[in-house]
């Protein structure tokens, strides 16, 4: 199978390992032939990690990089039976793309966005035979996260999506397929994670560290809301939500943070600027905090909650099958299980009346609890 890769950044890179180490031949094109060469580079460095691990040959490497072909014109891929798009997330720069390409691919050529937060149907709507046009949505880093969210554009014919969807599990991936909704699946139900933890630090409730221990320690939740933002980067976090909140017309439940704003227009960023809400050129001993237990179950269970009605409420809307909610939310986001399984085991009446408790003192939309849920504390 011939692929074609558009943009050579940290997603093009890592999806042509991924093509090429299942054995596609791999044509990356970037607009900077620099990053292509980068790009390679950097990946020879990985694959040479890999042999000193253990993990591969001389002979894989070898295989992997052969596939792999830098082009310095987008109509050498004319051939292709597949093109993923990962460049800039700019509608207008993907949508020239897309309207260029599909002219110039056979009307049999699978072509594919990986944008995290524009409409697939949107970008579909630019091309010639938009019936074969679909998102391929990898995670950061693509060689390593399992999880594809696959996601059909209005127009995209059913045959391609069930071809894709064989493309990405032939590839070692688990792939998902969503509903061309903000957010997809995970940045569409991970959001509570992030917001409810920042709306408990705005409230005094509660600091960072005991927010991010409590759910780590009690929620089992490998890393906390504060390490993760900073580990993402404040100001990519806040895009995701600033991008779904207004994608849902400002419904008040995606509500971005203040707290989150300023420390992105600080420059507190996270890891990479040393400075997010921890301060990396210091070692932190996480294990000195003294949780306070009542506080830290009401932090557990007031997230929790938000995150289990936020995954009912994806089922309600049609926006994914539950066991590619579950599937999702546990090997895209490494939580630790799925938090529909998670709702049943706490109940879904106690669920319920968590959400009527948070509706009824802050009396904000925020809190309304998915009709879905409702039914299945009732039934
Ligand atoms: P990046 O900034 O690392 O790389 C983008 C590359 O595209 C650059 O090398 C740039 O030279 C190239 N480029 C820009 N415009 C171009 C054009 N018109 N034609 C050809 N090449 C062009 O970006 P990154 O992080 O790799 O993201 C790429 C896409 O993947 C975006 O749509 C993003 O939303 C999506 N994505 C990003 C994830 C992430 O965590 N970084 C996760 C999942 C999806």
């Not at 002979?59 to 004319?78: P, T, Y």
């Not at 991936?173 to 409810?196: H, L, Q």
């Not at 009542?294 to 995150?307: D, E, F, G, P, T």
Request: with cysteine.
């Amino acid at each position: 199978m011939r692929v074609g890769v558009i943009g050579a950044g940290s997603m093009g890179a890592g999806i042509a390992q991924v093509a090429s180490t299942a054995g596609c031949d791999v044509d990356i094109f970037d607009q900077s032939e620099n990053a292509c060469q980068k790009a390679l580079e950097k990946l020879e460095k990985i694959l040479t990690r890999l042999i000193e691990k253990g993990r591969i040959n001389q002979a894989e490497k070898e295989s992997v990089l052969g596939k792999i072909n830098i082009v310095s014109d987008l109509n050498k891929l004319k051939d292709a039976d597949l093109v993923i798009e990962a460049i800039i997330e700019n509608e207008k720069i993907k949508k020239e793309l897309f309207s260029q390409l599909s002219k110039l691919v056979s009307k049999h050529c699978i072509i594919a966005t990986n944008t995290s937060s524009l409409s697939v149907t949107n970008l579909a709507s630019v091309c010639d035979y938009p019936e074969r046009f679909i998102g391929i949505h990898f995670f950061n880093p693509a060689p390593l996260m399992p999880l594809v969210e696959i996601v059909p554009a209005l127009q995209t014919d059913n045959e391609w999506t069930n071809e894709v969807y064989q493309i990405i599990k032939s590839w070692n991936k688990s792939p998902v397929v969503a509903k061309d909704t903000p957010g997809f699946i995970v940045n569409r139900i991970a959001r509570p994670f992030y917001g409810e933890s920042l709306r408990i630090f705005e409230e005094g409730l509660a600091d960072f560290i005991t927010i991010d221990q409590s759910l780590k320690i009690i929620g089992g939740f490998k890393m906390g809301p504060f390490e993760l933002m900073d580990f993402i980067g404040n100001d990519v976090n806040y895009a995701v939500t600033e991008s779904v909140f207004k994608a849902f017309y400002y419904d008040p439940r995606y509500k971005p943070s203040f707290t989150q704003k300023q420390y992105a227009e600080a420059n507190w960023l996270g890891r990479k600027t040393n400075k997010g809400y921890y301060d990396y050129s210091k070692d932190y001993s996480y294990s000195d905090v003294d949780l306070d237990k009542n506080l830290a179950n009401m932090i557990v269970n007031r997230v929790l909650v938000m995150l289990i009605n936020e995954a009912v409420d994806a089922l309600y809307l049609g926006v994914a099958s539950e066991e590619d909610i579950e599937k999702a939310m546990t090997k895209g986001v490494n939580y630790p299980k799925g938090l529909i399984e998670w709702g049943r085991e706490r109940t879904f009446s106690w669920c319920v009346s968590q959400l009527d408790e948070l509706y009824g003192k802050y009396h904000e939309d925020r809190y309304r609890c998915s009709p879905l849920l409702r039914q299945l504390a009732n039934s």
